[in-house]
């Protein structure tokens, strides 16, 4: 039984950065960014890569918070927009950069980071 409430097949993923207990900023340059399986679950967001079969689970209650910027890891990632989730991991804050894509509306193109964020945020109040 698939108890996803969002995915999305083809996201793309961009690596971490990682914010230090002493507020000190890291970037992963020589990330391995891919494609892979972006489901959204009551308990979390879970990132499965295809080429490497890596898998990243970010529980629900580890978020403190989701921003939607143009640039992850000091590169832009124009045309679209980043979804960057950041979390806690030990003493540090690491930041996830996804970017899920876009959907067609009657509005026209879309971008598909804004419905993940707001998904998100309302599962994080519940």
């Known amino acids: 039984m698939d108890d996803s409430i969002l995915k999305k097949s083809g996201a793309n ?12 900023h890291h970037y992963q340059l020589a990330a391995i960014r891919g494609t892979g399986d972006l489901p959204l679950t009551k308990n979390g967001v879970c990132f499965n890569q295809w080429i490497t079969q890596k898998e ?8 403190t918070k989701i921003e939607i910027r143009t640039w992850h ?13 950041h979390y806690k991991e030990g ?4 930041i996830f950069g996804i970017k899920p894509g ?8 879309q971008v ?13 109040k519940e």
């Open 102 to 109: 876009v959907i067609l509306s009657l509005k026209g193109w």
């Open 56 to 63: 990243y689970t970010i529980p629900l209650d580890k978020i």
């Open 112 to 124: 598909d980071a804004y419905l993940w964020k707001e998904k998100i945020e309302t599962l994080m």
């Open 13 to 24: 993923f961009f690596g971490f950065e990682r914010i230090d207990s002493l507020g000190k």
């Open 73 to 85: 890891n000091l590169k832009m990632k124009w045309p679209g927009k980043v979804l960057r989730i």
């Open 91 to 94: 003493q540090d804050i690491k």
